[in-house]
Nanobody
Framework: QVQLVESGGGLVQAGGSLRLSCAASGHTFRGHTMGWFRQAPGNEREFVAA????????YYADSVKGRFTFSRDNVENTGYLQMNSLKPEDTAVYFC?????????????????WGQGTQVTVSS
């Protein structure tokens, strides 16, 4: 059974940094894509970033490009989202997800497994 466990969320001031982790277990993830989505109250869940597990190719939403960096540790089966220069509009619950994604990785319906989410709050 696939399990995704997120950690690293919290409260930070604008301009600060956080690093989210997503520990994956229960499956061989070669060829899969790991993604991060976020959902603020009253909003749809939106794409943040994704990484191809085998080659480490990354994709980012325009809103986070240049501020967030997604990396992964193949041995530990863990993905890391380094978030710098955080803004109040980054406040949301961040969800880790994994799937066998064909095509654009920014569509939530292309992912199979989801974590429970971790809260990120950025104060102004």
């Amino acid at each position: 059974q696939v399990q995704l466990v997120e950690s690293g969320g919290g409260l930070v001031q604008a301009g600060g940094s956080l690093r989210l982790s997503c520990a994956a277990s229960g499956h061989t993830f070669r060829g899969h894509t790991m993604g991060w989505f976020r959902q603020a109250p009253g909003n749809e869940r939106e794409f943040v970033a994704a990484i191809g597990w085998t080659r480490g190719v990354t994709y980012y939403a325009d809103s986070v490009k240049g501020r967030f960096t997604f990396s992964r540790d193949n041995v530990e089966n863990t993905g890391y989202l380094q978030m710098n220069s955080l803004k109040p509009e980054d406040t949301a619950v961040y969800f880790c997800t994994v799937g066998w994604v064909v095509g654009s990785p920014n569509l939530r319906e292309r992912y199979e497994y989801w974590g429970q989410g971790t809260q990120v709050t950025v104060s102004s």
